[in-house]
């Protein structure tokens, strides 16, 4: 049964207020570190993949999809109150990194460094860094080549956050006091292909904190010369939220009390907060034959204070 006879309407948010950002996830309690460091310098054949995929969840996450929104509420016994539930809402962060190189017939040199961390991170920190440089020269008369490619994602997903939780910074007051719900996934890397090369590339991101004040951050760098095929692509789509109405103490359709209840005024039947950004941005760069210069560098920030 109820705790309460009838549902009191405490507070109402009319005002649409505008597009937030991304809340990162924290940590758990233990942590973990990994790094690695590589040198090559072979005639002949040489081959080098890599692969990281991480999911983190600020709730658990073998349950999803979908991600979690409102979660029983539960008396001093633990037994669970009838048609009483409480907003928790869930977010979630995958991240995958994959690198692959295949250099045959030739000279080669490979150094690497890769770092993932699991930790809490602030502004100027990485949960994962890659540092890889690579020459390669194909022996004339046996018909080398070299094959590479790499590529970074990050995929952030949630179903809004209360602000007042989530900023250490008093100033930092969120949309109409949340961080609406928002989907975005950044994709970008690189590729190159050919009988000679001389490259180096750089990647990076931080999804991992404490607070709602550090930003989310992917970028990816690459410079190289050779004589061959080579490509650079950054691919984005951005969804993200507006808080509408906010009610307090309120029962939904169904009749349960929730503890805030949201409502999407344009779209009542359409989620808690409304959509209010779509962002496709899709950029690649290419160029074949002997390649004097090929440079690319692309980031992206992604929070609700960005640096």
């Not at 979660?71 to 692959?100: H, L």
């Amino acid at each position: 049964m109820k705790k309460f006879a009838f549902a009191v309407l405490a507070l109402a948010v009319l005002v649409v207020g505008t597009a937030m950002a991304v809340d990162p996830i924290n940590a758990t309690l233990e942590t973990q570190g990994i790094s690695t460091s590589t040198g090559v310098i072979v005639m002949g054949t040489m081959t080098n993949t890599e692969t990281v995929v991480m999911t983190a969840s600020n709730m658990d996450m073998r349950d999803n999809p979908p991600l979690q929104r409102y979660i029983p509420v539960y008396d001093e016994n633990g037994d669970e109150v009838e048609d009483e539930f409480t907003w928790a809402p869930e977010r979630q962060a995958v991240f995958s990194y994959t690198e692959s190189i295949l250099a045959d017939n030739g000279y080669a040199e490979f150094n690497e460094m890769q770092s993932m961390d699991t930790g809490n991170k602030v502004a100027n920190q990485d949960n994962f860094k890659s540092t890889e440089q690579y020459d390669y020269v194909a022996f004339s008369d046996a018909m080398g080549r070299t094959t590479n490619s790499e590529s970074m994602l990050l995929d952030l997903a949630s179903q809004g956050s209360n602000a007042a939780n989530r900023f250490i910074c008093p100033f930092a007051t969120g949309d109409a006091g949340f961080i609406p719900a928002y989907c975005n996934v950044y994709e970008m890397g690189s590729s190159f292909t050919g009988s000679q090369v001389s490259m180096i590339t750089q990647g990076d991101t931080n999804f991992i904190a404490k607070s709602a004040d550090v930003p989310t951050q992917i970028a990816y760098s690459v410079g190289l010369s050779g004589t061959g095929s080579a490509a650079a692509w950054i691919n984005a789509h951005v969804m993200e939220g507006r808080t509408a109405g906010v009610f307090e103490d309120a029962t939904d359709d169904d009749g349960d009390l929730l503890d805030y209840r949201f409502v999407n005024y344009d779209f009542p039947r359409g989620g808690d907060f409304m959509q209010g950004v779509d962002l496709v941005y899709k950029e690649k760069t290419t160029a074949s034959g002997v390649i004097e210069s090929f440079s690319k560098s692309m980031s992206v920030q992604d929070a609700v204070r960005r640096l």
